[in-house]
């Protein structure tokens, strides 16, 4: 990152950033928000249109009740209080994308309002962020650039994305760094991802994020002037963007300058941000109620409907998984990164005998292979009933270690499940005592000093003993057996 190298230590400390965001995400309706146009992504070009998301005169709205639920179990989900009345409001403003001449959104009177995030702070402890209102709102067009043969003189609009479901999620002021903005955004994206309504989509625009930003002499209460950071495409670009900022800011002031509010833009290339509109270029929007739409009413047994559907949320199912396997915080982390992988964990755990083995297994053998071949868990070519079949084996001592590694190799080469792998391979597990008895002689017999520090007390060197039969198996010798065998020969 290009940062001022004249913003010192001590300057940057004699001041605190202020730091609010602004969440649009997508919702996974199958329809638009005021029409029947498909929401799909990537099709030809103004396809998925109609008179309603065209814009065109006379054609008139009708809510999609899906959007509506959708929007209310985010709510719930971040911990807001949802409006049994709510009112669509005109948002006046000219772009080329934007067929209306205005965007219906919600304004005075959102869906729902104080909710809260909680982040985890640098000392270990946590920290509510604020969300002030969250809101449905339908999305403007796109402008085209590139792609079409007179690209180099024209811009062209698609309107495919017209109309299509949005919520906004705005927080209050309070958060205090970028690395905190990079949290919470973490924290959202995944509440979100956990209740389905989005699938958060930073790269196709599913999720997209603003970021204000301001600083203020520490111990001041009154907030310095803003700047907002626009169509920054990832939560790593949005801290460093902030970082960037915060630091440009503090460097104004310092030289005894003014920050201006302005809308700036972030070049990731540069690490830089730029000045796109000063607040004197900004919009009136003229908000006003919508005349076409009635007021929206969810009440309370419509909003019990929609409780139902809620899951368990990311950070309850992680204390509850460390609580029910005896798994570290850790664990459950890595578990529940995914609403899916924690399913599919919990229906292992489920029908292994011993689901702590089952996380292990997960993150040490599952995760890393699937990482390597680039698939989601939901591809994996081990079941969830494969993955506890070969716990249980190891459980039982069938199975080593080692010899589980193989079959998961050939599970991945083969592209095959678990427990026809196993059945077909059927590794020989050594179990004959006497076989597995001349060879612990042996490798006594040659490795003297070691039988001398163990006859000595020090029993860690067990641990080399059965290394050294194992490897000598191939891996297939019984554990359970070369260690009752061992201590036998060697006491
Ligand atoms: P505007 O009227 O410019 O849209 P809002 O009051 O609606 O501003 O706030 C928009 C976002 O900016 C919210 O997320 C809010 O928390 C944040 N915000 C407001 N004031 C400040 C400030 N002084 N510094 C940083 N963020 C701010
Ligand atoms: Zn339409
Ligand atoms: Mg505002």
Redesign the pocket.
Known sequence: MVTSPDTSVAARARYEP?????VHVQLLTVTKIFCSCSTRFGEPPNTNVCPVCLGMPGALPVLNRKSVEFAVLAAMALNCRVNETSIFARKNYFYPDLPKGYQISQYDKPLAEFGFIEIKTNGGGSKKIGI?RLHLEEDAGKSLHEGFPDAAEKTAIDLNRSGVPLIEI????DISSPDEAYDYLTRLKEIILYTGVSDCNMEEGSLRCDA???VRPRGQKQ????T?VKNVNSFRFIRQALEYEIERQIDVLEAGGMISQETRLYNANQGKTYAMRSKEQAHDYRYFPEPDLLPLVVDEKWKAQIAERLPELPEARRARMVREYGITEYDAGVLTATKNLADQFEEAAAAAKNPKRVANLVQSELLGRLKAKGLEIEQSPISMKGVALSADLVESGAISGKILKDLYDLCFERNQDFPAVYGKEKPQQITDSSAIEKMIDEVIAINPRQVEQYRAGKKTVMGFFVGQIMKATNGQANPKLVNDLLSKKLE
Do not use: M
């Open positions: 202020v730091i609010g965001l602004e002030t705005v927080s209050e002021p204000n930003v301001s907030f310095g002037t803003k907002e």
